[in-house]
């Protein structure tokens, strides 16, 4: 089994409507982030989480929100969609250990029509 | 603040050409240094760091990098590619002092020519 998953694989939804992207690890790690990736710009960073009671905003937070049910569980939630939110979202996860090495999942597809 | 530039946006090599992908960093001190690789529909994989020691560093599926202080590079390298190594390469740089975040390249496409 994947260490990191994430669901759904792909969605399609319409402008305005709430979406909830999850993501679930079974490597015991504290650190958990989801990530933008758009075509030519690299995976843009939305927010992290170092344990259940710290969130932190990334660089491009706006419009969306998340929460930390447990160490395993990190949900990214976009309050109401719009189209330049179409794009691939991961969610990744590290040690304390390990330096920084991020270990990812296989992403979801989201399209906001 | 840290950053990562990859000059090259797309790279075609012939099957069996040797390969180097050019990784840029900007950091105060000696960075954490990484290289994923991103297949096509999958999620980035490791192929390999750098924190300390030598600066030729080894990683899977035949790649190596180079981390030059000097130059602010850690340029990935391969000797002889296969067509399987087609896919999207991130060079990403993080810092002990960043809280252990990571900062990626915008990538570089790699395609594979028979």
């Known amino acids: 089994d994947a260490d990191v998953t994430q669901t759904p694989r792909n969605r399609i939804t319409k402008t305005g409507k709430r979406i909830m992207l999850e993501c679930s690890q079974t490597k015991g790690h504290d650190r958990m982030y989801w990530y933008r990736q758009d075509p030519g710009l690299g995976l843009r960073l939305i927010y992290y989480?170092?344990?259940?009671?710290?969130?932190n905003k990334g660089e491009i937070s706006d419009g969306y929100s998340v929460s930390r049910q447990a160490q395993a569980k990190f949900s990214l939630s976009l309050e109401s969609a719009i189209p330049n939110q179409t794009a691939l979202y991961f969610c990744a996860t590290s040690g304390l250990a390990g330096f920084n090495e991020q270990f990812f999942g296989p992403g979801t597809r989201l399209t906001v029509l | 603040a840290q950053s990562v530039t990859q000059p090259d946006i797309h790279i075609t090599v012939s099957e069996g050409a040797s390969l180097e992908l050019r990784c840029n960093y900007s950091?105060?001190?000696?960075?954490?240094l990484f290289w994923y690789v991103q297949s096509p529909g999958q999620g980035l994989q490791l192929l390999l760091k750098?924190?300390?020691?030598?600066?030729l560093v080894q990683g899977i599926k035949g790649f190596e990098a180079e981390f030059k202080r000097s130059q602010s590079s850690f340029n990935l390298r391969k000797p002889s590619v296969h067509w399987s190594d087609a896919a999207e390469y991130f060079c990403?740089?993080?810092?002990?002092?960043?809280?252990?975040?990571?900062?990626f390249g915008d990538g570089t496409t790699l395609t594979v020519k028979p």
């Open positions: 950091y105060g001190a000696t960075p954490y």
């Open positions: 990403a740089v993080g810092a002990p002092t960043n809280a252990g975040k990571s900062t």
């Open positions: 750098y924190f300390s020691g030598d600066t």
């Open positions: 989480s170092f344990d259940v009671k710290d969130i």
